[in-house]
């Protein structure tokens, strides 16, 4: 089996309720781990994400324990940064045997054509987005900002990330470009689209291919599985029950 899961957003609340969230990934990774092949990450699994030398965000040391025993069994797993956990750098590589990828990504699995996104690039009206994307992913400006105390710079970069999400809230038109790049996709040959970052759970079935949207875990969470036939779409308690 091969699954996709996305914005997970670990980190917008306060801990107590954060870590109910946590909890219910942890049993879903955990159920994964029973027959899956691969596993990839389509971004925002963290609501913020910044790496030092030697210091990463210590509430997520669950999750990330998790995901070096799964690699550790074989199961290959990849991650997309989205655009709240951007600031990656050599800890998911050298630590957990992840793959880290800052631009979208195509995969021939079990024969299908595959094209994964974390989908934040594809709103053309938010031109503000994609400048301050540029200034954020900078490495002279990462490299600056590496200089603070990580208790002041991982703080900055949580409330930074609540910021960023009341304005791209707002910045969501009517016309559905996550769905119209979907479609020209297929169109290209692809098989399935899958992405995250709208937080609006999506299935569109077109000729030749399949649309999918993953929602988000802090309201309408959905996992993907992939069993080489076709991909189903399920909620995590669904997901656990089966």
Request: proline share 3%; glycine share 6%; hydrophobic share 40%.
């Amino acid at each position: 089996m091969i699954y996709f899961i996305s914005d997970v957003h670990l980190g917008f609340y306060h801990r107590s309720k954060d870590k109910e969230r946590e909890d219910l990934l942890l049993k879903v990774l955990e159920k994964i781990s029973l027959d899956a092949t691969e596993l990839y990450f389509l971004g925002d699994i963290f609501d913020y994400w910044f790496e030092y030398k030697t210091v990463v965000p210590k509430y997520f040391y669950r999750t990330l324990a998790l995901i070096r025993k799964l690699t550790d069994q074989g199961i290959k797993i990849e991650y997309l940064m989205g655009n709240h956990d951007f600031a990656h750098k050599s800890f998911f590589e050298e630590e957990l045997n992840v793959r880290i990828h800052i631009n979208d990504i195509e995969r021939t699995l079990e024969g299908k054509h595959f094209y994964l996104s974390h989908g934040d690039e594809l709103n053309p009206t938010d031109k503000s987005y994609k400048i301050a994307k540029r200034i954020l992913r900078s490495s002279f400006n990462q490299w600056l900002y590496a200089k603070l105390h990580p208790d002041f710079a991982i703080e900055l970069a949580a409330k930074s990330s609540v910021q960023s999400r009341k304005y791209s809230g707002l910045k969501y038109p009517p016309q559905d470009f996550m769905k119209e790049f979907a479609e020209a996709k297929i169109n290209q040959g692809f098989d399935y689209v899958i992405m995250g970052h709208r937080h609006k759970v999506a299935e569109y079935i077109f000729d030749g291919g399949a649309y999918l949207n993953l929602g988000d875990w802090l309201k309408d969470p959905r996992i993907a599985k992939f069993d080489g036939n076709s991909v189903l779409l399920l909620k995590p308690e669904e997901f656990l029950e089966i």
